[in-house]
């Protein structure tokens, strides 16, 4: 990041697969691509679960996709999240 270019820098963090530090790195980056990135990657884990890790990373996905102002995507990850609770309740 010395550098500038804070989105390769997450790129690189995306294939280590840290989350922690991606987490980290996107709460402090202030950008709306580094920000819609990360949700993206967060999309991947194991949000669905009813587990308390799976809660923390169900509200960053929210808090990255508001920050970036990506309503399309927010959209789309509520729509996700209200057809897995469907499943879920059947």
Known sequence: TQAGDRTRALRCLLKSGDTK???????????????????????????????????DVTKKIVEFYTKARAHDKLAEFYD???????????
């Open 21 to 55: 530090n991606i987490i980290y790195y996107a709460s402090v980056s202030r950008s709306r691509d580094i920000y819609v990135l990360a949700a993206n990657y967060l999309q991947s884990l194991d949000w669905q679960s009813s587990t308390d890790a799976a809660a």
């Open 80 to 90: 996700a999240y209200a057809q897995m609770e469907i499943d879920e309740y059947r």
